[in-house]
């Protein structure tokens, strides 16, 4: 994989991180079971972020080796293959708990994007 090809990978980790973590601000772990949307959506975008993990090359992954990707390459397997046996206790840590710390943790190594430039 090219860095380039990381880069993207690593940017959407972030992205779909950022997102579902905003989703569950202000939120319960009851929504999870009240609102079928929410749940739906927080699912799907943990796993987008483990399915980006996986397409990280294995040099990338071996230098920052602070991030742990088996195991968000292993909760996006468990969600997609064992979808009737989700806990959503642990789904929400994870929204809750973990995913600030890897937001903040890809925050440091995705570099900021490029705004176009503004023609005259």
Do not use: C, Q
């Amino acid at each position: 994989m090219s860095r380039r090809e990381d880069a993207v990978a690593l940017r959407h980790m972030l992205e779909h991180a950022r997102e579902a973590y905003e989703m569950a601000r202000g939120k319960r772990r009851r929504d999870l079971d009240r609102d079928r949307k929410l749940n739906l959506a927080l699912v799907r975008l943990l796993e987008v972020i483990g399915e980006a993990a996986n397409r990280v090359s294995p040099g990338t992954r071996a230098r920052y080796t602070y991030i742990p990707w088996p195991e968000i390459v292993g909760l996006r397997n468990r969600l997609i293959h064992g979808y009737d046996a989700v806990d959503f206790d642990i789904l929400w840590k994870i929204i809750t708990h973990d995913l600030p710390l890897l937001i903040s943790e890809l925050e440091i190594i995705v570099p900021p994007e490029k705004k176009p430039r503004r023609s005259s």
